[in-house]
């Protein structure tokens, strides 16, 4: 759990500035941050489609510590990059260790848990990126504000993640995988659990939908709803939200209702992310005044919040589910790579959007996709999910 805080803490730390990173510094139109952003979150999927197999064929310990290792690293190439070319490189390369990071991580936890609390338990180790996503951000963008120093940014999370890397190094890992291992045969189920693609494809709607919300919210925030210093307090809400979610949400977890918990988050944050965008517009059409614009805004943060700290660990604990022993890293890897894939296409697609056709269209498309997401769940996804899992039970 500490690995994974400082993990998410150091990601979360400069995530929401690197767009104003990059029109401050380089004067990056809103399509070429859309472009540059979105490399990290592509190439996090890419290397996760391996990282599945890595952790569930070698020394988990190890594995975890040569990619925090390199993780750990890259956040000094930013402080070196001294053009907008070598920034989305070194941006970009800095995805791989991420998401190979998380699935090592995670797949760890899932093994020292014993089975009767592994639902809840995971709800619990998600807990600890709520936690960092609710300070990061916050303390983030309270810096910036009194300080306009981007280096010092990037130093914070160098050293934070450093932090992670030297606790990782300190544990006793007593369950490392046996170094006897089967000839490798070519074979999708290797990298992407197939029996589950119906969750894969799902919660890419959502992380499309988390994408466009936290890489554009402190810019839009700022240039459209005359809120300049809120994006830390919205931050905070919405883990706050996460929070006590999970633990409020742990209780059915324990009892196994995953598809009655992944129901009530993703209604929670269906009316989240439509009362973001649509709350401005019914305020401006009845005449109130603008100020009054931050009641949606922080309301939405607490109903996404809680909808995703419900939503995420059932979600997890259903892939986890449906899968063998031997399959759990690649289950991981599964359902984190198909929420990257969402995200970096509401990254990428956000900033063209938003380019060609403003940011209130970026974030209408946003509420859009979430509901087309909530429709799959009604109607395809809890029906398969009960006829898999009485393959396992």
């Keep these: 759990m500490i690995t994974n805080f400082t993990l998410f803490f150091s990601f979360y730390l400069i995530t929401p500035l690197l767009p104003l990173y990059l029109s401050e510094t380089f004067s990056a139109s809103k399509d070429t941050i859309g472009l540059v952003l979105s490399g990290y979150t592509l190439v996090a999927l890419i290397v996760r489609l391996f990282s599945g197999y890595m952790v569930d064929n070698f020394a988990r310990k190890t594995v975890l510590l040569v990619v925090l290792f390199i993780y ?11 053009s907008l070319l070598a920034f989305a490189i070194f941006r970009t390369l800095h995805g791989g260790p ?92 290797r990298f992407f659990l197939m029996r589950g693609w119906f969750l894969a494809i799902n919660i890419c709607f959502f992380g499309f939908c988390w994408g466009v919300l936290s890489n554009y919210l402190a810019i839009y925030g700022k240039e459209h709803l005359g809120i300049t210093s809120g994006t830390g307090t919205y931050f905070l809400l919405l883990s706050i939200g996460l929070i006590v979610s999970r633990l409020v949400g742990n ?16 209604v929670l944050s269906t009316f989240g992310f439509g009362i973001f965008i649509a709350g401005p517009c019914i305020l401006d059409y009845f005449s109130c005044d603008a100020k009054l614009n931050f009641i949606p805004y922080y309301a939405s943060a607490i109903l996404i919040g809680f909808g995703n700290g419900h939503m995420w660990p059932a979600f997890q604990n259903m892939i986890i589910a449906i899968a063998h022993h031997n399959e759990r890293g690649t289950a991981n ?39 087309v997401g909530l429709v799959m769940y009604v109607f395809t996804t809890q029906g398969r999910f009960k006829e898999k899992q009485k393959q396992f039970v």
């Design 98 to 189: 991420f998401g190979a990071t998380t699935v090592a991580n995670s797949t760890m936890a899932i093994d020292v848990l014993p089975a009767s609390r592994r639902n809840e338990g995971i709800g619990f180790y998600g807990m600890s990126n709520n936690l960092a996503s609710a300070i990061a951000p916050t303390i983030g963008l309270f810096i910036y504000k009194y300080t306009h120093n981007f280096q010092l940014m990037f130093w914070l999370a160098f050293i934070i993640a450093g932090i992670g890397f030297v606790n990782t190094y300190t544990l006793d890992v007593k369950n490392e995988r046996p170094k006897d291992r089967t000839k490798f045969k070519f074979s999708l189920d």
């Design 72 to 82: 750990f690293i890259f956040f000094g190439s930013y402080l070196i990059a001294g």
């Design 333 to 371: 890897s599964t359902i984190l790579t198909s929420w990257d894939f969402g995200l970096g296409l509401g990254i990428l697609l956000g900033g063209i959007i938003a380019e060609y056709m403003g940011y209130d269209a970026m974030f209408w498309v946003m509420a859009g996709v979430h509901v």
């Design 251 to 266: 209780k059915a977890l324990s009892q196994g209702k995953l598809t009655h918990n992944a129901m009530e988050g993703i």
